[in-house]
């Protein structure tokens, strides 16, 4: 037979998994051309499928690489870049940035 303490247990631990951070990220090409390219740091996470973060994406940044855009910072194009977070208190959730870095 299942104790109340046991049960709780499982009932919390249910009600924890469901409030887990997830970001998902889908990049959209209707341009016909290039390759949409998500990177964080040196990491390329996604060069067009879907991605999904399990806790914050911090600092991602994409670009639609074209052959003439940096490697891992998107240098000479243009850029999305991005913060993704569950906020904590007011105003330090998620942000984006749309930004031309200079080759």
Do not use: D, W
Request: glycine content about 12%; overall charge neutral.
């Amino acid at each position: 037979m299942f104790s109340v303490k046991a049960v709780m247990s499982l009932l919390a631990v249910s009600v924890l998994g469901a409030m887990a951070e997830t970001h998902t990220v889908r990049l959209v090409n209707n341009c016909g051309f290039g390759t949409p390219t998500l990177v964080k740091g040196s990491s390329v996470l996604s060069t067009g499928a879907e991605v999904t973060s399990s806790g914050p994406l911090i600092n991602a940044i994409a670009y639609l690489q074209t052959g003439g855009c940096g490697t891992f910072n998107g240098a000479g194009c243009t850029v999305v870049e991005t913060t993704l977070r569950n906020p904590t208190s007011t105003g330090n959730g998620s942000f984006t940035e749309i930004s031309l870095i200079s080759p």
